[in-house]
């Protein structure tokens, strides 16, 4: 079965720091990549996705996640974090032929100091 | 405005009873699911549902049960057989044909003494 991990589970960071979350996952086929992200009290929503195309994908609110095919990797980037970027981001994998069910890593929460 | 409704927001019950989530759609979508989220752990897939009266067991889909007899409907109920039904429960909907994102519900958050 396929598995997603996202290795940092808090990050602290103050304003203007660069952000980096790591996701890894465990599945060598052909696959959909997900970024989504819940702030306090909101729904999930998505940041980004990647089905195919440019590996280096562009999302909502200057966050940036790259596909490494070669590392299993979808890292989330953002360059400089602010306040509001406080919330739970979560990873998930979809496999390109299996619909569109997701499996999540265990998420990461991300605290920003003003 | 179109989304995903889940109701209640909290909802409270003894251990022993069954409880029905409510999870309705307007976004026209065929595919539905049911996760579950805990501390930690991620969200981890209940059922889910490609097409109006079919649904398919997910990862964890012991002590709960499912039926899908409107398309824009998806109730969850939680059986009294599920061993630790404390939980956040979110409804998400998706276009059925490939590499569509899901849509999230606002959850509803179970708590069984």
């Known amino acids: 079965a396929q598995s997603v991990s996202q290795h940092n589970h808090h990050v602290i960071l103050s304003e203007a720091a660069s952000l980096e979350l790591g996701c890894n996952y465990s599945?060598?086929?052909?696959?959909?990549l997900f970024w989504y992200v819940q702030y306090p009290g909101q729904h999930l929503q998505l940041l980004l996705k990647?089905?195919?195309?440019?590996?280096l994908v562009k999302g909502i609110k200057g966050f940036e996640a790259e596909f490494i095919k070669s590392k299993f990797s979808f890292n989330l980037r953002k360059p400089s974090v602010q306040w509001s970027d406080t919330a739970e981001y979560f990873c998930?994998?979809?496999?390109?032929?299996?619909?569109?069910?997701?499996?999540f890593g265990g998420g990461t929460r991300l605290m920003v100091k003003p | 405005d179109g989304g995903i409704t889940q109701s209640p927001k909290y909802l409270f019950r003894k251990e022993g009873q069954n409880v029905t989530l409510s999870c309705e759609q307007n976004?026209?979508?065929?595919?539905m699911y049911w996760y579950r989220q805990d501390p930690g752990q991620g969200l981890r897939l209940i059922y889910y549902?490609?097409?109006?009266?079919?649904?398919q067991k997910g990862d964890i889909a012991e002590g709960y049960s499912v039926s899908r007899e409107k398309k824009e409907s998806f109730p969850l109920t939680v059986t009294s057989a599920q061993k630790n039904p404390t939980a956040f429960y979110l409804c998400?909907?998706?276009?059925?044909?490939?590499?569509?994102?899901?849509?999230f519900g606002p959850g509803t958050r179970l708590t069984v003494t």
């Open positions: 976004l026209n979508h065929d595919a």
């Open positions: 549902s490609q097409i109006v009266n079919d649904f």
């Open positions: 990647y089905f195919s195309g440019d590996p």
């Open positions: 998400a909907s998706s276009k059925a044909a490939r590499n569509y994102e899901q849509y």
């Open positions: 998930a994998v979809s496999l390109n032929n299996a619909g569109n069910m997701l499996t």
């Open positions: 599945y060598g086929g052909t696959v959909n």
